[in-house]
């Protein structure tokens, strides 16, 4: 994996001027079947490990669990780095982010091809 959730917060709101270049999708697995059971499941973790602060980026619901099969998520949270066309830049925290914003990660795969 690499990276947590409020590291991956303070980032996306540090980078605001690089939005152009990337965007961050959190995917909920099927455990919650609602935003708003979502957000009763996230309510401490919002309290406790994000100093109170909402995930600035949009949250997906994965009711089927197809989406994170296709990616081979395999816990939680996953960081993967997805160009628009489909190439799997790399997965990893941070960390990785900074690197291919940088320019200094090259394409890997097409994502579900691995």
């Given at each position: 994996m690499g990276g947590s959730l409020p590291s991956m917060i303070d980032f996306y709101e540090e980078h605001a001027g690089d939005r152009e270049r990337?965007?961050?999708?959190?995917?909920?697995?099927?455990?919650?079947?609602?935003?708003?059971?979502?957000?009763?499941?996230?309510?401490?973790?919002?309290?406790?490990?994000?100093?109170?602060?909402?995930?600035?980026f949009p949250i997906l619901l994965d009711s089927t669990g197809e989406t994170i099969r296709q990616f081979g998520v395999r816990a939680f949270p996953t960081v993967m780095l997805v160009q628009p066309d489909g190439r799997l830049w790399g997965r990893g925290g941070v960390e990785t982010l900074k690197k291919a914003l940088a320019g200094e990660l090259e394409p890997a795969q097409p994502v579900g091809k691995h």
């Open positions: 990337f965007e961050i999708l959190a995917f909920h697995d099927a455990s919650a079947k609602s935003f708003e059971e979502l957000d009763e499941k996230l309510a401490e973790i919002k309290e406790k490990r994000w100093k109170g602060r909402d995930l600035p």
